[in-house]
C-alpha cells in the first residue's frame, strides 16, 4: 500500500532521545512513551518535551476511512512540528506539518524546494541501505529494504491500467527506477489505495464465525467496536 503504515515511532534530539511508539488498533495495540502504555482511552499526556491528544476531532487523511470510528492521535514537538496518526484497526494513517529544517531528509524528499533531487533512487543513495547495525533499529525487528524495478506486479498495475501509466510517464520520463515510481503513482491513483485493507463488516455478519476469515474477524471486532468479529 502507498499510504499506510502498521507503526510509528518518534525518537531523537527533539524529545531528547525518548520514544514515542503508536500501534493500530488490532491486537490490543498500544500507544506508548518509552514503553510505558499511556493513552488508553481519548485524553492528553506528554512524552518528554512531546505533547500528545488523542481524540476523535481531526483531519480525515484517507477518505476511504470515513464510514470507521475515528481515532487520532495528535502529536506537538518542539519547533512547532505536529504529527497526525489515524488509527484504523490493521493499519495507520501518517500526516507531518513542519517548516522547512535545514540538513532535514526522507522518504519524501528533503524539503529545499528542489524536486530534482528527490526521486527514490536518490533518496536511497543519500540514506545508503537503511539501517545497518542492530543498535540503530527503533522497531524491534529490522524491516528488509524493498528497492523498486522496472517491473510492476499485476496486482498494483493490472494490464488495462499498465498502458495508460506508461503512456503517461513516458511523455516525462525515461526508463529506470523514475519510470517505475511514476507507473505506480499513475496505478494506484484511480482508487482508494487503502481499499484491500477494508472489509464490509455488515457482508455476512450473521454467520461470522465460521464464514469470515481471521483477518476480516480482527478488522471487524474492532471497526464495529466488538459487535461482530471478536473470538
Known amino acids: ?34 514503553g ?12 518528554g518535551a512531546a ?7 481531526g483531519m480525515l487523511i484517507d477518505s476511504a476511512m470515513s464510514s470507521l470510528p475515528h481515532r487520532i492521535v495528535h ?13 484504523w484497526p490493521n493499519f495507520m494513517n501518517l500526516m507531518i506539518t513542519m517548516r522547512p529544517i535545514p540538513g532535514q531528509d526522507g522518504v519524501c524528499g528533503n524539503n529545499n524546494y528542489d524536486k530534482s533531487d528527490d526521486s527514490g533512487k536518490q533518496v536511497h543513495e543519500r540514506f545508503g541501505q537503511g ?3 542492530p543498535s540503530e533499529l527503533l522497531f524491534k525487528n ?20 499498465r498502458h495508460h501509466a ?10 529506470g527506477w523514475a ?8 496505478c494506484a491513483g484511480d482508487h482508494p489505495v487503502s481499499q484491500p485493507q477494508i472489509y464490509d463488516c455488515k457482508a455476512g455478519e450473521s454467520n461470522w464465525r465460521a464464514g469470515w476469515s481471521t483477518g476480516k474477524k480482527k478488522f471487524c471486532c474492532v471497526a464495529t467496536n466488538g459487535h461482530a468479529g471478536c473470538q
Do not use: W
Open 75 to 87: 502529536i506537538t514537538l518542539p519547533s512547532g512540528i505536529i504529527i497526525q496518526a489515524n488509527r
Open 166 to 175: 506508461e503512456a503517461t510517464c513516458k511523455d516525462q520520463l525515461s526508463g
Open 179 to 186: 519510470l517505475a515510481e511514476c507507473m505506480s503513482d499513475v
Open 51 to 57: 505533547k500528545l491528544k488523542y481524540g476523535a476531532d
Open 1 to 34: 500500500d502507498y499510504a499506510s503504515m502498521t507503526g510509528l515511532i518518534v525518537s531523537g534530539s527533539l524529545i531528547n532521545g525518548r520514544k514515542i511508539e503508536i500501534a493500530p488498533m488490532e491486537n490490543n495495540g498500544q500507544i506508548t512513551c518509552d
Open 131 to 133: 539501517v545497518q547495525h
Open 36 to 47: 510505558r502504555a499511556i493513552l488508553h482511552g481519548f485524553g492528553e499526556d506528554s512524552c
Open 142 to 161: 529490522k524491516i528488509p529494504l524493498q528497492l523498486p524495478t522496472s517491473v510492476l506486479p499485476t496486482k498494483k498495475c493490472p494490464p488495462e491500467k
